[in-house]
Structures are given as C-alpha cells and as structure tokens.
C-alpha cells in the first residue's frame, strides 16, 4: 500500500456539470499536489497543497479549484466540466526531501 | 524558467541492447533530478533520485551540470523495461520545497 488513494478511479460526466475528485492519504505529509497527464504533454501541475488550508496554483490551474480541511485530503474540484478535461488525473504527496508518491489515478471523460 | 527537456517521444530497442533515454533541463541553480515510470496504466513510481546515486532495476543516471542532463541508461534492455520514463526537476529553494516539473515523457519499447 502506497499511502495514498484516489476516488474514483474511473467517472464519466457530462458537459457543465460539477466533479470532485478525492485524494486521500495515510502519510501525514504536508505536501500534496493534483496533477492530469495527457498524451503529448506528459504530467502538469493544476494545484498543490502546503498545508491545511494552504493551497496554490500551478501551470494549469483554470477551470480548477482545490480544498485542502484536513492533512489527509486533498480536493480537486471541476466546477463546470468541459471535454478539454477529459485526462488522467493524478495525486500525489511528498516528504521534503524525497520525491513524490502518486496515486494510482482518475481517468475522467467528459461528454 | 525551469524546464525539462525529453527529446524523444518513443524509443523502440531490441532486447538486450542498450539503452539511454535522454533528458536535458534548464535551471539556473542546484536542482534535484529524479526519473519516474509508469507501467502500462499504472501509478507513476520513482525509479532514481540524482543524490542518492543508486542503481534500480540496472538503471543509471549522472547528473552532468556542465551539459545540464540528466540521461537514463542501461546497458542491456529486458522486456519489462517497456513503459513509460519521465524525467523530473524540483528546484531548491533553500529549505522551501519547490514544485516537481516533468518532461513530456519517453514511451520506451523493448522488443523480442
């Protein structure tokens, strides 16, 4: 067990309707961060999380909210789901001097 | 700006040749380097951290400052290297964590 999980695995929505993907972990770590990976441009950075309460933007944050009340969950929201974020979408948590642990994904379509 | 570089998209290669996927990375300063993979529809795992200059899985990296690389090699390829390699950066910030920054990965296929 990695110490992290993601839910849903799978979810298929349609066009402007609100998602919430959940990451949870058992680690205690205080970083956590929401990445979506597609074909040709490999894994960018939507939100990460430096604490409760403690979040920030990363390259592709638009269309995207996040939530972090406890240490071990972290949210993704979509606030009104378009095609263009159909993806997979990946957790991950970190301790400060290592790399990061990823969960085992959301693969989201949106119709 | 941090930037990482993974030049080639695919890389096909025979078993028991070598190896070496190739990642290049811009950064002013003293960066961390890592290499993940990802087994077909699996979760990302780290396979190599540049500090800890270890060997997983028969796989190397050096970090060359002087070229601003970080390669991947091996020196005889096996079937269940097949999968997808990301090379990654996280600069330092002086005790703050910086973010990882990925490349756009290198689906590496390894044939009979």
């Known amino acids: 067990d990695a110490g992290i999980t993601q839910s849903p695995r799978h979810k298929v929505t349609e066009t402007g309707t609100p998602v919430t993907l959940r990451c949870h972990q058992t680690e205690n770590h205080r970083y956590m961060y929401w990445y979506r990976q597609d074909p040709g441009h490999g894994l960018r950075l939507i939100h990460y999380s430096y604490g409760v309460k403690d979040t920030d933007k990363g390259e592709v944050s638009d269309g995207y909210s996040v939530s972090r009340s406890k240490t071990e969950d972290f949210l993704l929201t979509l606030e009104s789901a378009t095609s263009s974020q159909t993806s997979v979408y990946f957790c991950?948590?970190?301790?400060?001097?290592?790399?990061?642990?990823f969960g085992s994904g959301t693969r989201l379509t949106v119709v | 700006a941090q930037r990482v570089t993974q030049p080639e998209k695919l890389l096909s290669v025979f078993k028991g040749a070598p190896v070496e996927l190739k990642c290049n990375y811009s950064y002013s300063g003293s960066p961390e380097l890592f290499w993940y993979v990802q087994y077909s529809r699996q979760r990302l795992q780290l396979l190599l951290r540049?500090?800890s200059r270890e060997s997983i899985k028969g796989f190397t990296a050096d970090l060359n400052k002087g070229e601003t690389s970080f390669h991947l090699k091996k020196p005889f390829a096996q079937e269940e290297d097949s999968a997808m390699y990301y090379c990654a950066l996280r600069a330092n910030r002086g005790g703050s964590q910086g973010n990882l920054i990925f490349g756009k990965g290198t689906k590496l296929s390894v044939k009979p």
């Open positions: 540049h500090i």
């Open positions: 991950a948590i970190s301790a400060s001097n290592y790399g990061y642990t």
